[in-house]
């Protein structure tokens, strides 16, 4: 069973960083898309960027484009989304997922990130 954990999650104030984590265990391959979606309160969840198996394909979406960057390090089973000068409509629930590219085979259960001005 694979299972994807996140962390890194917590209150910041507008304008500060917070990069999140997310652990991959069990049998998994690395040729696989690195996903980080959200669901903000009373929105549905959407996508916020991509990483391919190799690192070497990104997606960002343009709402959090030039702020935030997903990366990877297959080595270590670890994907990472680095977020920068963060903004209150950044406050949601963030998941990692992996598999297919734009169709996850597998979630995380999600880290709350709140941001307050």
């Known amino acids: 069973q694979v299972q994807l954990v996140e962390s890194g999650g917590g209150l910041v104030q507008a304008g500060a960083s917070l990069r999140l984590s997310c652990t991959i265990s069990g049998r998994t391959f690395s040729m696989g898309t690195m996903a980080w979606y959200r669901r903000a309160p009373g929105k549905e969840r959407e996508l916020v960027s991509s990483?391919?198996?190799?690192?070497?394909?990104?997606h960002i979406e343009d709402s959090v484009k030039g702020r935030f960057s997903p990366s990877r390090d297959n080595a270590k089973n670890v994907g990472y989304l680095q977020m920068n000068d963060m903004k209150l409509e950044d406050t949601a629930v963030y998941y990692c997922?992996?598999?297919?590219?734009?169709?996850?085979?597998?979630w995380g259960q999600g880290t709350q990130v709140t941001v307050s001005s």
């Open positions: 997922a992996f598999g297919a590219a734009g169709a996850p085979d597998y």
């Open positions: 990483v391919g198996w190799s690192g070497g394909y990104t």
